[in-house]
Each structure stands twice: as structure tokens, then as C-alpha cells.
């Protein structure tokens, strides 16, 4: 049963046509010839969160007694205390500054692709999907 549902799923997610991808190929070539990329930098905005100490401290004391007794009299005892301390800290967004790459025709090229493939695949299949 189960089997079923997976050949359901690989058959669905097929759907495009070998004529279609291939269509597909042809007119990204034909872009990329015809548009090429043309890349300049700029700048992006980023955020980062970072731990900061707020100045404050988180501070707890603990005791530990030691004494021997012997025949229900203490002969020895000693009591120490320590104090441990944790800086109190608080999480901020910091705002970057990025710089990137980015191709200026890329929105472009893909319409025109989109373009192309619709064109050819309504000429030789008389559909958008190149279907036969």
C-alpha cells in the first residue's frame, strides 16, 4: 500500500516532459548567449544576534562544613564558603553590513527563457508545457 503512495508521489512530481526540459535547454542557451550576465557589487543589509554582558552578576554562596567528632565532642571543624559568580547577560540584533555580487540581467534572462519556452512549446506541441 504504502509502495502505491510513493510511485503516486515520484509519478506527480514528474510531471514535466523530456520535450519540455529540453525546450527548457535550448532557450537558456540562447539567453545566456544573447543576455549575458553582467555582474556589479552592492551592499545588503544582515542582522546577527550576539550575547552581551548587561553588567549585572548572578552570584550564589555555598558553605561546607567539616568537622570529626570523636566520642560526641568536636575536636576539629572548619566551615568554608565560596561564591561562585556568572556575568548576567542579554542577546541583541546587530545590524551588518554585507557586500555581494549580483547578476543586473538575471530577472531579465529568465523572462525572456519563460518567453522562449512558451513560444516554442505552443508552436511544436500547440501547449505552454510542450505536452504531445
Known amino acids: ?7 503516486l508521489l ?23 548567449q544573447s543576455i549575458p550576465p553582467k555582474y556589479e557589487q552592492g551592499t545588503y543589509t544582515y542582522y546577527e544576534t550576539k550575547e552581551v554582558p548587561t553588567g549585572e552578576f548572578n552570584c550564589s554562596t ?9 566520642g560526641g565532642s568536636t575536636i576539629y ?5 565560596s561564591t561562585n559568580c556568572k556575568p548576567v547577560t542579554k542577546q ?3 545590524e551588518k553590513l554585507g557586500i555581494t555580487s549580483y547578476d543586473i540581467y538575471k530577472d531579465y534572462r529568465e523572462q525572456e527563457i519563460e518567453k522562449c519556452i512558451v513560444e516554442i512549446c505552443n508552436e511544436r506541441y500547440r501547449n505552454k508545457d510542450c505536452d504531445n
Open 1 to 7: 500500500m504504502i509502495y502505491r503512495y510513493i510511485f
Open 10 to 32: 515520484i509519478l506527480i512530481s514528474s510531471c514535466a516532459s523530456k520535450e519540455y526540459y529540453q525546450t527548457k535547454k535550448a532557450c537558456e542557451t540562447a539567453a545566456f
Open 62 to 70: 555555598s558553605s561546607d562544613a567539616n568537622y570529626s567528632y570523636y
Open 77 to 81: 571543624g572548619r566551615e568554608t564558603a
Open 92 to 94: 541583541i540584533r546587530e
